[in-house]
């Protein structure tokens, strides 16, 4: 959970929240994520998420899907300030150039670039009620 804002360095490294750093263990993957972000799993997560696509379909859909989601994939650790070095062609990808947020998503982190991030929420906000209705019928008390 929760939101941090830190800067990627000109060497491609990035601070990971200390809160967080904890959870994903000394090794954890980072990869492509949807909408132009980078998803960071610890490591077990990313092995469920192997297992489950070890179950898919060999549609062209599957394929691609886990040729987009795969070929990016790196395995990360620490460095002694809690950074990760993240390698060029995903910065390129999340366009990180500066200012990044940082994001808990359940399971996962989230990395995207500062105006992608309020972008995203520019662009969500107003939904998001009808967004959780949706998804949550009457099972959401807010």
């Not at 997560?45 to 987009?68: G, S």
Request: charged share 30%.
């Amino acid at each position: 959970m929760g939101e941090y804002h830190h800067n990627i360095d000109e060497k491609g490294r990035l601070t990971i929240p200390s809160k967080v750093r904890y959870e994903l263990g000394e090794n954890f993957i980072v990869t492509r994520g949807l909408d132009n972000c980078l998803f960071i799993y610890p490591k077990d997560e990313w092995t469920n998420i192997i297992n489950k696509y070890k179950e898919l379909p060999n549609t062209k859909d599957a394929r691609n899907f886990m040729r987009f989601f795969l070929s990016g994939a790196t395995t990360c650790e620490f460095d002694k300030q809690g950074r990760i070095n993240i390698p060029t062609p995903l910065i390129n990808y999340a366009d990180l150039t500066k200012e990044c947020v940082v994001i808990g998503v359940n399971d996962r982190l989230e990395v995207w670039s500062k105006e992608r991030w309020e972008s995203f929420i520019d662009e969500n906000e107003d939904n998001l009620s009808d967004i959780a209705d949706k998804l949550f019928a009457t099972n959401l008390n807010f």
